[in-house]
């Protein structure tokens, strides 16, 4: 016997906003939301973290390397994610810039776009005709390792 048959689901694909790199994923299961949950719980930044690499690892079968993707990648990423596992709208607490007052609104995930820049030579500065500065997205890969929970907002900013 060779086993049980092996259920499969519905793909999905999405273009990452900062490399235009199609990415082909399926919805997390119950199994990875526990994993969320569980990290949800524990209000560590690190595990929360750590969980949404987790996930995204598992939904993509490992094609997808999200130490080399930048912060709003995988932001973007895990909204569509959330979106075709769980459901297209979500129900946030927003205050009132004027009152301060909380409501809840809802909010179509599937609405949300990035804005990237069109002009992505990424050249800042001629320093003289042969030296130029280039930068580059920052990768959760190299900002990760610098955020701890004694990391204010400032210096994780800097």
């Known amino acids: 016997m060779s086993g049980l048959p092996k259920v499969e689901t519905l793909k999905h694909r999405l273009k990452l906003p900062s490399s235009g790199e199609t990415i082909e994923y399926r919805p997390y299961l119950v199994k990875e939301e526990k994993i ?23 939904c993509t079968n490992g094609t997808l390397n999200e130490k080399n993707m930048t912060m709003f990648d995988l932001e973007y990423f895990f909204t569509n994610l959330r979106a075709k596992s769980v459901g297209e709208t979500s129900e946030i607490n927003s205050s009132c810039p004027k009152c301060g007052e909380y409501s809840s609104v ?35 890969g190299k900002t990760l390792p610098l955020i701890d929970e004694n990391t204010s907002d400032v210096d994780l900013a800097y």
């Open 36 to 58: 969320l949950m569980l990290a949800l719980e524990s209000n560590d930044n690190s595990d929360m973290i750590d969980a949404v690499k987790r996930v995204i690892e598992s």
């Open 106 to 140: 809802e909010v179509n995930l599937n609405d949300i776009e990035i804005d990237v820049p069109q002009n992505k030579d990424h050249y800042i500065r001629s320093i003289d005709d042969n030296i130029k500065v280039r930068m580059s997205y920052p990768s959760i």
